[in-house]
């Protein structure tokens, strides 16, 4: 689960002081897709992420905000409503952050001169093909 430790790793160090023992972070709900072939190791893992962020102090929306711009730039073909939250207020100083968001990984299975491995693919990107590229002569806007 590359993406999920990514996710984790750019909250710890996205500038909001976020401290590694108040981030919990887990999959669940997960579900793996491969298709059935000889020829075709390569298979996709699916997963709900979450992030809980205890007696956090500042702003929530500052959380997501960071949060939404990992999930722009890491999962390209994520709906515009993928992050969902519960934030338990626990005084005027704190509170508890729960943020779950569906994430895939792609596995490749790679054929290397001392056997087989695996390695994480990029997600495919909808959003960088133009038009153009299906009708010739047609400009990109």
Not at 19 to 39: N, V
Not at 114 to 119: A, D, K, R, T
């Amino acid at each position: 689960m590359n993406k999920l430790k990514q996710a984790r790793t750019y909250l710890l160090g996205c500038g909001l002081g976020i401290e590694a023992r108040h981030l919990l972070t887990f999959a669940e709900k997960g579900q793996i897709s491969s298709w059935r072939s000889d020829r075709n190791g390569n298979f996709t893992i699916a997963y709900t992420a979450h992030f809980i962020l205890t007696d956090y102090c500042k702003a929530p929306q500052d959380v997501f905000f960071k949060l939404a711009q990992w999930l722009k730039e890491n999962c390209p073909n994520a709906p515009e409503d993928a992050l969902k939250f519960h934030v338990d207020i626990l005084d005027h100083d704190k509170a508890d952050i729960s943020i779950a968001l569906e994430m895939t990984d792609i596995l490749n299975l790679v054929q290397g001169p001392n056997g087989n491995f695996l390695q994480y693919g990029p997600e495919a990107d909808a959003t960088e093909i133009g038009m153009a590229d299906f009708f010739p002569g047609l400009k990109n806007e």
